[in-house]
């Protein structure tokens, strides 16, 4: 009992800072962000604000914020979730979708998906195809026949293909862009700064979060 009421005053207290915060800000939507011209249903259906991060491993932005976000989603309330969508502009990024979707079917996507950002952009490593994500997993105790599989499963390919079909329908232009409760756009171009990205965030889930009650 104690734990739930404490659970709860921290979520309202943590509510009350976001929505402070916001109103201490002067965001203005066609600006700061857009509303998306088509809104899109959750992906989850769990009732939690869903806020989408559309990223390449291969994008030097992405990986500039992607420790930035993973901290800032670390300080949300249980009523927020970060959701991932790697997307494929080139043919050479879709080597980095495929790894994001292996480590996820595999179950290591925790211990994988920084370490995927390094090999790319601090060990310029290349991952260019099938044999160099094999050498990638095998660092991870991911054998050749494991990873083939995977690789070549039914299931990767439905989570590529519903992947590309979402950034189609959120309209993805560049990356990182990241998308609230499938309403509004958030990018850097917008916001000035990858920064100041995470305070229209913070405006944009205090103002669901009140909707929703």
């Known amino acids: 009992m104690c734990n739930t009421v404490i659970r709860v005053l921290s979520y309202l207290l943590l509510s009350l800072a ?6 201490a800000q002067d965001f203005q939507e066609g600006t700061d962000y857009k509303r998306l011209g088509n809104p899109q249903p959750p992906i989850t259906e769990n009732g939690k604000v869903e806020v989408v991060e559309a990223f390449s491993y291969h994008c030097p932005h992405c990986y500039r914020f992607e420790p930035v976000i993973q901290d800032w989603a670390e300080q949300q309330p249980e009523t927020v ?3 991932h969508l790697p997307v494929v502009f080139r043919a050479d990024w879709e080597p980095g979708a495929r790894a994001y979707y292996i480590a996820e079917t595999l179950g290591i996507l925790e211990q994988t998906h920084e370490a995927f ?8 490593r ?5 044999d160099d ?7 991870f105790g991911v054998d050749r026949e494991t990873f083939d599989d995977t690789n070549g499963s039914f299931e990767l390919d439905t989570k590529l293909r519903r992947a590309q079909d979402l950034a189609r329908r959120y309209r993805v232009m ?5 998308i609230v409760n499938g309403k509004y756009e958030v990018t850097g171009s917008m ?6 990205m995470l305070e229209i965030l ?12």
């Open 202 to 213: 913070d405006y944009l889930i205090a103002r669901e979060l009140a909707a929703t009650g």
């Open 174 to 178: 560049g990356v990182p862009m990241v």
């Open 18 to 23: 976001l929505a402070a915060g916001a109103a």
């Open 191 to 196: 916001a000035g700064s990858l920064e100041r």
């Open 133 to 139: 994500l094999a050498a990638f997993f095998a660092d």
């Open 126 to 130: 290349r991952m260019r195809g099938e």
């Open 117 to 124: 950002f390094s090999a790319l952009h601090d060990e310029r």
């Open 81 to 83: 979730e970060l959701i």
